[in-house]
């Protein structure tokens, strides 16, 4: 009898762990988050658009390649919690700083750019990967859903679709994470150049959504969102959280693909019970309803958003801290490549879908 993924990944995310096994982790992700929240406050560094997410990764990754090594067996498991759950939660968190009216300012384009953003990106790596790079077409797949849907959660939902090797989504994740990385320093640089030389005719919450449409990781988008403004950061989060739900619908159809011809009934459920369902998606959904519907008392809302900002920055201390410098050597030449690519489609191309969606919709 098959079980939705989405079920089971409800019940392991509340799950107890072991205090003792996650808290040296927590610790540590959580000093690296109280430095970075702290940091944030100086004018010389929120004026660079180095917000307390940016800082968390930054001094992560530094520890990540320096220190970190030495306490990992100790932090592991806490570290993973953080860059897990504690995301996960954030970003259901993030729900109360939205309402319908700002989703429904996203609305029907935002569906239309992510939807094209995705469709183009995957195609044009899966068309790339075999015939310019000579890859292998599970791991041009496992990269291609990386960069056009949601990062590292997109290539291991793909991957028992695909049946891929563990070596595969290793270097797929590795793409994700130094392209995405990156992301989150340029796209703010990219939104101060355009204010400047007035390349696309872009307001705040559309940067917000070319952001969403085209960065990799949720944390990713946060935080670079965050180095724009806050009309940016709530637009790119609602166009990358649309983009996200996108994934159950692609899973689906590449399930199908996959499946088609002589493959036996079985092995087409077993691909379909293997289908991850990001649940964590629609559960920000409803905690936006709730806000929207003021059901909340006005009260409890600072405080939730406070705890929102930092279990995210504790996350992507997590994310820094995992974040190592011999991913580029595992990965290879071309698979980075071809990750390159795509990075600079979903710049310039991506920029290109917003403009003309923006302008047809407008």
């Keep these: 009898m098959n079980t939705i993924t ?44 180095l917000s307390a997410l940016t800082l968390a990764i930054v001094i992560g990754m530094v520890l990540g390649n320096t220190l970190y090594p030495a306490v990992r067996p100790q932090c592991h498991d806490g570290v993973n919690l953080a860059k897990q759950r504690l995301l996960r939660l954030g970003i259901i968190l993030y729900g109360l700083r939205l309402t319908f009216a700002q989703i429904a300012d996203v609305g029907a384009t935002g569906i239309l750019i992510d939807a094209l953003t995705l469709c183009s990106t995957f195609a044009l790596a899966c068309w790339l990967g075999k015939k310019v790079f000579g890859l292998d077409s599970d791991t041009a797949m496992l990269i291609g859903a990386g960069s056009s849907i949601c990062g590292a959660a997109a290539v291991m939902a793909t991957e028992p679709v695909l049946n891929a090797k563990a070596e595969k989504v290793t270097v797929a994740v590795a793409t994700v994470v130094i392209f995405g ?137 997590a994310l820094g801290l995992t974040t190592h410098i011999s991913a580029l050597r595992q990965a290879g030449i071309k698979p980075i490549l071809l990750a390159a690519v795509l990075f600079i489609w979903l710049i310039v191309g991506g920029a290109g879908i917003n403009d003309l969606v923006q302008r047809l919709f407008s």
């Design 6 to 49: 989405a079920k089971k990944n409800h019940s392991r995310f509340f799950q107890p762990v072991g205090l003792e096994r996650v808290l040296p982790g927590l610790v540590l992700t959580g000093a690296v988050t109280a430095v970075s929240i702290w940091l944030s406050h100086f004018p010389q560094l929120s004026q660079l658009g």
């Design 181 to 317: 990385t990156t992301a989150i320093f340029l796209y703010p640089w990219l939104w101060q150049m355009n204010l400047h030389y007035h390349w696309v005719n872009f307001s705040a919450a559309q940067f917000g959504i070319y952001t969403g449409s085209t960065v990799h990781e949720v944390a990713q988008v946060v935080a670079a969102g965050q180095g724009v403004s806050p009309d940016a950061e709530n637009a790119a989060v609602i166009a990358k959280m649309i983009r996200v739900m996108m994934l159950a619908p692609f899973l689906l159809l590449l399930s199908g693909w996959k499946s088609r011809g002589n493959v036996p009934q079985t092995q087409q459920a077993g691909r379909l019970h293997n289908i991850t369902i990001p649940w964590f998606a629609l559960l920000f959904i409803v905690v936006a309803a709730f806000n929207s519907l003021d059901i909340l008392p006005h009260s409890w809302i600072p405080p939730l958003i406070t705890l929102d900002t930092v279990l995210l920055a504790m996350a992507m201390a």
